[in-house]
């Protein structure tokens, strides 16, 4: 604590002067910090933001990559059929219908 004047009781103890000085450091560091507080509060809801639309995207690639799958095993049976149909002779009944129910039994 000061006193300008030490023979008079002292009214305050913070000066006007005091007071200029915090508020230009107050503001000035507001200032510095305003687009880093902006920045921190769109960072905050980033999450939040469009989650409805990155939501429905992602089910929309879901199904997409479902159905290249599915083209794919479609190929890939298609593929066992013609070799299957290929290896095995038209006059063995059983064997054909035994390749006939495997590859009906065979579920995408």
């Known amino acids: 604590m000061y006193v300008e004047n030490s023979d008079l009781d002292p009214m305050s103890v913070v000066r006007p002067d005091d007071?200029?000085?915090?508020?230009?450091?107050?503001?000035?560091?507001?200032k510095i910090n305003r687009l880093m507080t902006k920045y921190l509060a769109r960072l905050k809801w980033l999450p939040?933001?469009?989650r409805f639309?990155?939501?429905s995207d992602a089910i929309e690639s879901y199904f997409k990559?479902?159905?290249?799958?599915?083209k794919n095993q479609e190929k890939l049976l298609e593929k066992i059929h013609t070799k299957g149909t290929a290896?095995?002779?038209?006059?063995h009944e059983d064997q054909l219908d035994e390749f006939k129910r495997i590859m009906g039994s065979y579920y995408i």
Request: cysteine-free; glycine content about 0%; hydrophobic content about 40%.
């Open 19 to 30: 007071v200029e000085t915090y508020l230009r450091t107050v503001t000035y560091d507001q």
């Open 48 to 50: 939040l933001y469009r």
């Open 53 to 55: 639309e990155i939501f």
């Open 65 to 70: 990559i479902k159905e290249l799958n599915v």
């Open 87 to 91: 290896i095995i002779p038209n006059d």
